[in-house]
């Protein structure tokens, strides 16, 4: 069956450190991989999204993504977390690029401490 | 402004009292879906609608109906809701071919 794992439930890292949340899928082919942001009280926004090529993906905020065919994982990076950067963070595989059943991760929490 | 909207953003209703968020998206967007939140379950997708009289179940579509007349609404109908149908719903929307899903703000809806 398809799945998507976010391994951490809550993340707590000091302003201007760097931050690493984990994502892994379990799909017959390699799905379209996104990550949305969810801020306090807000809906879903795009972070980023890989198709194919390059397999590392800017997005805004200064995030960036690593997708790795090998350990099925697209995991989301930023090198300095801002104290705004507090939110939940959602990794969702499209598969076949087909829209369907869009599933999520069950998200992780990033707390920021200053 | 591109955007997805839905209504009413609060609720707080009695069990078995039917009930319609609504959902309307002014992109032209061919898709949308609609999720419900739940703290430590993630978005669980509850039925998607890929065009104009075309839906299918999500994962948790029991207790839910949804029609999709128009291209641009996609409404949610609890028939007669109850308490473990309090949530956090979400209505989204997406192109063709971009895949990026854009979200509304939400609907806590709670059911006494």
Redesign the interface.
Known sequence: AQSVTQPD?HITVSEGASLELRCNYSYGATP?L?W?VQSPG?????LL?Y?SGDTLVQGIKGFEAEFKRSQSSFNLRKPSVHWSDAAEY?C?P?PG?S?????????TKLSVKP | EAQ?TQNPRYLITVTGKKLTVTCSQNMNHE?M?W?RQDP??????IY?S?NVEVT?K??VPEGYKVSRKEKRNFPLILESPSPNQTSLY?C?S?G?SS???F????SRLTVL
């Open positions: 439930i379209y996104f949305y807000q809906g879903l926004q795009l999204k198709f959602f969702a499209l690029g829209q369907g059943n869009l599933i999520f991760g069950k998200g | 997805v898709y879906s999720y430590g379950l993630g978005l669980r997708q998607y890929m299918d999500g994962d979400f989204a997406t063709a895949g990026e899903l979200f509304g703000e939400g």
